[in-house]
């Protein structure tokens, strides 16, 4: 297996190109797991971790530009204001070893339908940043980036350099549910952001489906009846929780059924709507 290192972000993607098959690593907390259990062997890896801009974020047109590397540590302890939803995502994964390790860049590049930072990224209508040597940079929003099981838009010569997401205008949640409290994957998780000034709401669905997704009908239904200076009514919230269950499409697994995920994507639907509502209505009233 070769071991390649570039120490800039113009060699990586050299490096990249020449050798399109290098699986690039940044905190490896994915594709070292996979090595080790013999699950994965590819003839080159790419690391990622000396190219320096790829740890760096700043604001780019009225957008949190978040580079690949950054980890979740640094997303917890600097853009819990403008990214409240990413924050704590951030917050559920692993342990504080692996949260300093591990980044947004190699969750995209994972691809898994468990990644906690998708549903918050899914939510906020973040878009990602790939580029290649020969065809060079383009922006992939996070719904068209996810294909199917750890399968993405990228193709074989791209590499992740960083994820776009605008600061959010409203109150922002994530709810995960896990077989204990830590240290696990999701088996189900589920992400609400509120946009006051456009009166709609974004979703994102971890781990009950092919791939992280949106609940599109459900969005549908609040940015025609809510009224986004009264009181969440209860029935539009359940009625908002089944269509949320409705677009998932979970499977069976040791972690838990698919009836089980359909459930607790109901219940967090309407809890995290309700959360969020109320932060709405107590910033209107202060």
Not at 75 to 83: C, T
């Amino acid at each position: 297996m070769d071991f390649l290192r570039p120490t800039t972000w113009g060699e990586a993607l050299a490096a990249k190109a020449d050798q399109p098959d290098a699986v690039p690593v940044q905190g490896g907390t994915d594709v070292m797991v996979e090595i080790n259990f013999d699950r994965r062997r590819p003839p080159a890896l790419l690391d990622l971790n000396r190219v320096a801009e790829l740890r760096e974020w700043a604001m780019v047109d009225g957008a949190c530009r978040v580079g690949a590397g950054v980890s979740y540590a640094e997303v917890i302890r600097e853009l819990g204001g403008p990214l409240p939803g990413l924050a704590q995502a951030a917050r559920t994964v692993g342990s504080p070893q692996i949260r300093n390790r591990g980044s947004v860049g190699g969750n995209l590049g994972a691809a898994s339908p468990a990644g906690d930072s998708h549903p918050p990224l899914l939510a906020a209508g973040a878009a990602v940043e790939v580029e290649s040597r020969a065809r060079g940079v383009r922006m992939i929003p996070a719904e068209e980036f996810y294909l199917g099981v750890k399968r993405s838009a990228l193709e074989p010569d791209e590499l992740i350099r960083a994820v776009h997401v605008r600061p959010a205008t409203g109150p922002q949640y994530f709810s995960k549910i896990g077989t204990r409290n830590a240290m696990v994957i999701a088996v189900c998780s589920f992400a609400l952001a509120l946009h006051p000034g456009e009166r709609r709401v974004g979703t994102g669905i971890g781990s009950a489906a092919p791939t992280p997704r949106r609940a599109p009908e459900a969005e549908d239904l609040l940015a025609r009846e809510l009224d986004w200076a009264a009181p969440l009514d209860p029935a539009l919230a359940g009625r908002f929780a089944e269509l949320c269950a409705a677009a998932a499409a979970p499977i069976d697994d040791v972690r838990g059924t698919a009836a089980y995920r359909v459930h607790a994507i109901a219940v967090m639907a309407r809890r995290t709507l309700t959360w969020a509502w109320n932060d709405h209505l107590a910033r209107r009233a202060a």
